[in-house]
């Protein structure tokens, strides 16, 4: 099989979050390219190649303990063995809806599962030739699209069994996410952390109007001096950011005494570029998902990584308050009002047509593995490929880093 077999691919990371809105780990999405709609490699060795290039080792080195990565595997690649070529205490072996159960495949997952290796059933609606697998199942996925309303309680019900953790897709709003977890699912996969809830008449306080001015200066021109100021204006801002630039992340030989010491050392792009990311963890409600953070923080170096380099902080600034509607649960329009963006910024958070939405737009289909409308974003745009890849896998592992040095 030829190396240009997997040069095109593209991978994304879609969150499972617990009940505490906590992040469980990530299922990684791959595919060759946009036609393809499975993971379906003869190859066993090349398919775990295809795995690691395509984001397992990128995404499992910045996991945090105890977080999982689940990997779809056809029926073939179960028997041929391939999961063995991936650490179990790092992946789940996720079971796809269309497999034909055999007394072979369900022989190879129990071999597996001896060997220390967890398995989800992916959209299971019930189906009586899964059975088999059910007892050596950990987690269960139920697709809530997938199944009517009122069968529901029956399949829940069905998928319970000891050892088992039950896992709802599909939860897009805060209304499906309470009914799933009166039913006893522990996992949730959707967008249901990122939709604004009671959002008419509210108004943010003084001080996260402040921040998002802060944001807003923090895309001009600044001197050392006005920085130094700016930051000083904010005592929890300048003892945050202090408090970080003094940690090993930076290594420096002496003690950083100051915020303008600071500066200087390790100069003026940089340290608004941390500032940016403190600000948007300080504007996070306190309901809302920590995850929201990290997809902001992606989005920024994302965007910064495609921009010309004159446009690299404006491109960046748009990705990291485009979700600041959803953090602070508030209407965009509400956000904007508080801010005096560039005009071309506004428009690209308003939705209105244009470059910089495209752009936005692009990221929003990386984080749901939409692979035919980033392979149109790229043939419009005249991009390469390999760019745009690669540029969302190095954001990913940025913002992973990013966030745990500021939140």
């Known amino acids: 099989m030829s190396k240009e077999t997997y040069e095109t691919f593209y991978v994304a990371r879609q969150p499972i979050l617990t009940l505490d809105k906590e992040v469980y780990g990530y299922e990684l999405l791959f595919r060759q390219n946009q036609e393809a709609r499975t993971a379906e490699i003869v190859d066993p060795q090349h398919a775990t190649m295809s795995v690691a290039s395509g984001g397992f080792l990128r995404s499992s080195e910045d996991l945090i303990a105890g977080q999982r990565l689940l990997i779809n595997f056809t029926a073939n690649l179960i028997l041929d063995g391939t999961p063995y070529g991936l650490p179990p205490d790092r992946v789940v072996v996720e079971i796809l809806e269309s497999v034909d159960v055999t007394p072979e495949l369900v022989q190879a997952v129990a071999k597996l599962k001896d060997e220390g290796y967890s398995f989800a059933i992916d959209d299971y609606t019930g189906d009586p030739s899964f059975d088999e697998l059910l007892p050596l199942a950990t987690i269960i996925k139920v697709d809530l699209m997938g199944v009517d ?32 977890k009166s039913l006893g699912f522990e996992l949730f996969q959707g967008y249901f952390f990122s939709k604004p809830v009671n959002l008419e008449g509210r108004r943010p306080p003084a001080a996260s109007a402040g921040k998002l001015r802060i944001l807003q200066q ?27 630039l003094n940690s090993s992340a930076f290594s420096f030989l002496h003690e950083i005494t100051s915020i303008s ?27 809302a998902s920590p995850e929201l953070l990290m997809m902001s923080m992606t989005r920024a170096k994302y965007l910064e990584l495609l921009a010309d380099e004159k446009d690299k902080d404006s491109y960046f600034l748009l990705g990291l308050i485009s979700l600041m509607d959803v953090v602070m649960q508030l209407p965009m329009s509400e956000v904007l009002s508080r801010v005096s963006l560039e005009q071309r910024l506004a428009d690209a958070l308003e939705e209105k047509p244009g470059r910089l939405h495209e752009y936005l737009e ?27 890849k690669q540029g969302w896998a190095e954001a990913l592992v940025w913002a992973t880093r990013a966030f745990s040095g500021v939140c």
């Open 261 to 287: 010491h600071a500066v200087r050392l390790i100069g003026i792009g940089q340290v608004k570029h941390w500032l940016r990311l403190v600000v948007v963890a300080e504007l996070k409600a306190k309901d």
């Open 362 to 388: 692009s990221a929003r289909c990386l984080e749901r593995a939409e692979w035919s409308a980033v392979d149109a974003f790229i043939q419009e745009h005249g991009l390469d490929p390999s760019h745009v």
């Open 218 to 244: 923090l895309n001009e021109e600044l001197s050392l001096e006005q920085l130094t100021e700016l930051v000083q204006s904010d005592p929890s801002l300048a003892y945050r950011l202090l408090r970080f």
């Open 149 to 180: 309303e009122k069968m529901l309680p029956g399949v829940v019900q069905k998928a319970r069994h000891p050892g088992v953790t039950l896992l709802a897709e599909k939860v897009e709003d805060a209304k499906t996410f309470m009914r799933c």
